[in-house]
């Protein structure tokens, strides 16, 4: 909507008070606030770029933090951004992970340092880790979307047409 309003400034990347990244800061820092006061809890489930302060209130309370990482490790994909960006130049403005302040990869490193336990989308994501500066403690994968389809047989598929209702609506001129 800023982009729409003519105030992109403020979805501007990383700083912009309704950037993605200072959403996830901003909740970062009111779920720690809230952590002490919350009880019978155990763990903390994160995810990445919104992690770094619940994992620091979290370890002083003995809580285990589980950390989300859904993409690559960002040094792997940094390098990913960088071939792209050589080989197809108008898509640079798209890959925002090369404008990266320093700030942000430190706190994205920091976060793996203090999880207890990382969940990654892939075998991919699993394997990027290696090149983290540390070793990640613990790693496992849960692939997003729905199980593989099972073998079926031709006999299970309909053999009725499909048949589609489509309504318009009239819009008043």
């Known amino acids: 909507m800023a982009n729409k309003i003519h105030l992109r400034y403020l979805a501007r990347h990383e700083f912009g008070v309704f950037s993605v ?10 779920v720690a606030k809230r952590l002490p006061g919350l009880s019978g809890l155990k763990a903390v489930y994160a995810y990445e770029d919104g992690a770094l302060e619940t994992f620091r209130c979290a370890h002083t309370l003995g809580f285990r933090c589980i950390y989300d990482l859904p993409i690559g490790y960002w040094r792997v994909g940094r ?3 960088r071939e792209e960006a050589a ?22 490193d920091e976060e793996l340092r203090l999880a207890d336990r990382v969940i990654v989308p892939s075998n991919f994501v699993k394997e ?12 496992t994968v849960i692939p997003f979307g729905a199980p593989p389809i099972a ?6 598929y309909s053999k009725d047409k499909l048949r589609v209702l489509l309504c318009r609506r009239s819009h008043p001129a």
């Not at 990244?21 to 009111?30: E, F, T, W």
């Not at 197809?88 to 700030?103: F, H, R, Y």
């Not at 073998?151 to 299970?156: D, K, L």
């Open 21 to 30: 990244d200072a959403v996830y800061r901003s909740l970062d820092r009111r």
């Open 79 to 81: 390098g990913i951004y």
């Open 87 to 108: 080989l197809e130049p108008e898509w640079v403005p798209t890959l925002q992970g090369n404008v990266d302040s320093e700030a942000k990869p430190g706190r994205k």
């Open 128 to 139: 990027t880790l290696r090149c983290a500066p540390e070793v990640v403690k613990s790693v």
């Open 151 to 156: 073998a079926r047989t031709e006999s299970q």
